[in-house]
């Protein structure tokens, strides 16, 4: 009996050990996203990673990437992306449940991953403080994060980080980048069609980095054109 009750006690001590270290990580976690709720973040885990990536072709590569204020990125991309990627961003708490349902149903109806149902709160978490792997861990992860930052950051700044840090292209992150890459302007002198089509690019935008007049994105940009008008901003 002694080397099973002993065997049990370092059971415990173990689980015990383990949830210290995740509290320990959510509370380091947690600091950050306050931290960045008023100061902008220079580098997120998703830049490193693809600098990394970039690095070990080109050592001395460097990403694209220039933050701006909120007032100075075009209403134009800030309505295409609402309507491209979360249509209730300002009325949710960080997940659409219609959303996750739908793309739920477009998956099991394809038979393979299509659609994710990700809010622009949850593609933020991710950005931030993980990396672009799918697993349960991860995805459990993202939501933990994304309560974090709904509950401390208000809607506009979550939309202005999230502007100025997902990727566009291969190694181009952030909207002032992506339209200096793309259309050689700043992001405040967007157009409608420049913004939709930008939008249309989040999903896949290394790819359509190398594919920019992919007939596919030159139709969901359409899509998204015509959804813009019902977008509601922060």
Known sequence: ????????????????????????????????????????PDMTRFMEIRLGELREKKPDAKLQKQWVPYERISVHLKRALIAAEDGKFVQHGGFDWDGIQAAMKKNEKKGKAVAGGSTITQQLAKNLFLSPERS????????????MIEATWSKRRI??????????GNGVFG??????????I??????????????????????????????????????????MGGSMLP
């Open 136 to 147: 349960f861990w991860r995805k459990g992860e993202e939501a933990i994060i994304t309560l």
């Open 1 to 40: 009996m002694k080397p099973l009750l002993r065997a049990g006690r370092w059971l415990k001590l173990g689980l015990l050990a383990l949830l210290a270290l995740f509290l320990a990580w959510q509370f380091w976690l947690f600091g950050w996203v306050l931290y960045w709720g008023q100061v902008n």
């Open 175 to 184: 909207a002032e980048a992506a339209a200096r890459h793309y259309y050689g």
């Open 186 to 227: 700043p992001a405040a002198k967007l157009g409608p069609d420049q913004a939709a089509k930008l939008a249309a690019m989040v999903p896949s935008p290394r790819y359509y980095d190398r594919n920019r007049n992919h007939p596919r994105l030159e139709k969901q940009a359409e899509v998204i054109q015509g959804r």
């Open 159 to 168: 939309f202005e980080v999230y502007l100025n840090v997902i990727e566009w």
